[in-house]
Protein backbone atom coordinates (compact mmCIF):
# COMPACT_ATOMS: atom_id res chain seq x y z
CA UNK A 1 0.00 0.00 0.00
CA UNK A 2 2.69 2.50 1.23
CA UNK A 3 4.68 1.77 -2.42
CA UNK A 4 1.25 2.31 -4.39
CA UNK A 5 1.18 5.48 -2.68
CA UNK A 6 4.62 7.37 -3.46
CA UNK A 7 4.14 5.62 -6.64
CA UNK A 8 1.17 7.74 -7.10
CA UNK A 9 2.33 10.90 -5.34
CA UNK A 10 5.46 10.34 -8.26
CA UNK A 11 3.57 10.28 -10.96
CA UNK A 12 1.06 13.14 -9.74
CA UNK A 13 4.32 15.28 -9.51
CA UNK A 14 5.56 14.49 -12.79
CA UNK A 15 1.95 15.05 -14.39
CA UNK A 16 1.77 18.03 -13.16
CA UNK A 17 5.01 19.97 -13.06
CA UNK A 18 6.39 21.25 -16.43
CA UNK A 19 9.56 22.59 -17.63
CA UNK A 20 8.95 26.58 -18.48
CA UNK A 21 9.84 28.25 -21.44
CA UNK A 22 12.62 30.68 -22.24
CA UNK A 23 9.94 33.71 -21.34
CA UNK A 24 8.72 31.78 -18.00
CA UNK A 25 12.61 31.14 -17.25
CA UNK A 26 13.72 34.47 -17.58
CA UNK A 27 10.51 35.83 -15.44
CA UNK A 28 11.20 33.18 -12.56
CA UNK A 29 14.64 34.10 -12.80
CA UNK A 30 14.20 37.71 -11.61
CA UNK A 31 17.35 38.97 -12.91
CA UNK A 32 15.99 39.65 -16.58
CA UNK A 33 13.19 42.18 -16.00
CA UNK A 34 14.41 44.54 -18.42
CA UNK A 35 14.64 41.91 -20.77
CA UNK A 36 11.62 40.77 -20.31
CA UNK A 37 10.63 44.31 -21.10
CA UNK A 38 12.44 44.38 -24.42
CA UNK A 39 11.30 40.78 -25.40
CA UNK A 40 7.33 42.08 -24.79
CA UNK A 41 7.63 45.74 -26.33
CA UNK A 42 8.91 43.93 -29.34
CA UNK A 43 6.24 41.29 -29.61
CA UNK A 44 8.34 38.54 -29.23
CA UNK A 45 6.46 36.99 -26.47
CA UNK A 46 4.97 34.54 -29.09
CA UNK A 47 7.49 33.55 -29.89
CA UNK A 48 9.79 33.12 -27.61
CA UNK A 49 7.23 30.71 -26.43
CA UNK A 50 7.59 29.03 -29.37
CA UNK A 51 8.53 24.98 -29.96
CA UNK A 52 12.06 26.57 -30.72
CA UNK A 53 14.79 25.13 -29.53
CA UNK A 54 16.40 28.82 -29.28
CA UNK A 55 19.85 29.74 -27.56
CA UNK A 56 19.63 33.02 -25.82
CA UNK A 57 22.38 34.75 -25.01
CA UNK A 58 20.36 37.39 -22.23
CA UNK A 59 21.78 40.54 -20.89
CA UNK A 60 20.78 40.77 -17.43
CA UNK A 61 19.31 43.90 -15.75
CA UNK A 62 23.36 44.59 -14.49
CA UNK A 63 24.18 44.16 -18.35
CA UNK A 64 20.63 46.90 -19.38
CA UNK A 65 22.31 49.41 -16.88
CA UNK A 66 25.47 50.10 -18.55
CA UNK A 67 23.35 51.08 -21.77
CA UNK A 68 23.03 54.87 -21.65
CA UNK A 69 19.18 55.61 -20.06
CA UNK A 70 18.83 57.75 -23.29
CA UNK A 71 20.12 55.05 -25.52
CA UNK A 72 18.14 52.79 -23.63
CA UNK A 73 14.94 54.17 -24.04
CA UNK A 74 14.89 54.92 -27.51
CA UNK A 75 16.17 51.61 -28.15
CA UNK A 76 12.28 50.43 -25.68
CA UNK A 77 10.50 52.91 -28.09
CA UNK A 78 11.66 52.03 -31.61
CA UNK A 79 10.17 48.61 -32.31
CA UNK A 80 11.86 47.55 -35.52
CA UNK A 81 15.08 48.19 -33.81
CA UNK A 82 14.55 46.75 -30.87
CA UNK A 83 13.45 43.21 -32.24
CA UNK A 84 16.97 43.68 -34.41
CA UNK A 85 18.62 43.91 -30.90
CA UNK A 86 16.81 41.31 -29.05
CA UNK A 87 17.01 38.63 -31.93
CA UNK A 88 21.16 39.37 -32.38
CA UNK A 89 21.10 37.44 -28.91
CA UNK A 90 19.09 34.49 -30.57
CA UNK A 91 20.36 31.08 -31.96
CA UNK A 92 18.12 28.84 -33.61
CA UNK A 93 18.80 25.42 -32.19
CA UNK A 94 19.74 24.41 -28.30
CA UNK A 95 23.65 25.01 -27.43
CA UNK A 96 24.70 23.78 -24.45
CA UNK A 97 27.95 24.81 -23.14
CA UNK A 98 29.92 21.88 -23.79
CA UNK A 99 28.61 22.25 -27.62
CA UNK A 100 30.23 25.93 -27.84
CA UNK A 101 32.73 26.24 -30.15
CA UNK A 102 34.69 29.05 -31.09
CA UNK A 103 33.96 30.61 -34.74
CA UNK A 104 30.87 32.88 -35.89
CA UNK A 105 27.65 31.66 -35.03
CA UNK A 106 24.23 32.60 -37.38
CA UNK A 107 21.26 34.61 -35.01
CA UNK A 108 17.78 34.58 -36.01
CA UNK A 109 18.47 38.34 -36.94
CA UNK A 110 20.61 37.24 -39.64
CA UNK A 111 23.80 38.06 -38.50
CA UNK A 112 26.44 36.04 -36.73
CA UNK A 113 27.95 36.26 -33.20
CA UNK A 114 31.72 36.10 -32.92
CA UNK A 115 31.95 33.07 -30.07
CA UNK A 116 35.09 33.17 -28.02
CA UNK A 117 36.17 29.93 -25.74
CA UNK A 118 39.57 31.16 -24.23
CA UNK A 119 39.45 32.09 -20.66
CA UNK A 120 35.66 31.20 -20.61
CA UNK A 121 32.74 31.18 -22.82
CA UNK A 122 32.38 35.01 -24.63
CA UNK A 123 29.95 36.27 -27.45
CA UNK A 124 30.69 39.36 -29.06
CA UNK A 125 33.05 40.31 -26.04
CA UNK A 126 30.30 39.45 -23.96
CA UNK A 127 31.16 37.32 -21.17
CA UNK A 128 29.09 34.11 -20.01
CA UNK A 129 28.41 34.79 -16.69
CA UNK A 130 25.98 31.90 -16.44
CA UNK A 131 25.51 29.03 -18.32
CA UNK A 132 22.73 26.10 -19.43
CA UNK A 133 19.55 27.81 -18.10
CA UNK A 134 17.76 25.21 -19.30
CA UNK A 135 14.20 25.73 -20.65
CA UNK A 136 11.60 23.46 -22.18
CA UNK A 137 12.31 24.90 -25.55
CA UNK A 138 15.85 26.03 -25.12
CA UNK A 139 18.57 27.12 -23.45
CA UNK A 140 20.11 30.50 -21.45
CA UNK A 141 23.42 31.45 -21.62
CA UNK A 142 23.19 34.76 -18.92
CA UNK A 143 25.97 37.15 -20.75
CA UNK A 144 27.28 40.59 -18.88
CA UNK A 145 26.46 43.13 -21.61
CA UNK A 146 23.58 44.07 -24.22
CA UNK A 147 24.50 42.68 -27.97
CA UNK A 148 24.83 45.30 -30.17
CA UNK A 149 24.57 44.12 -34.47
CA UNK A 150 26.43 45.88 -36.57
Do not use: C
Request: without cysteine; aromatic residues 4%; charged residues 20%.
Amino acid sequence: MKTSLIATALAFAAATTHAADIVDTAVSAGSFQTLVTAIKQAGLVDTLKGTGPFTVFAPTDEAFAKVPKDQLDALLKDKAKLTQVLTYHVVPGKVMAKDVKAGKVPTVQGGSLTVATKSGVSVDMAKVVKADVVADNGVIHVIDRVLMPN
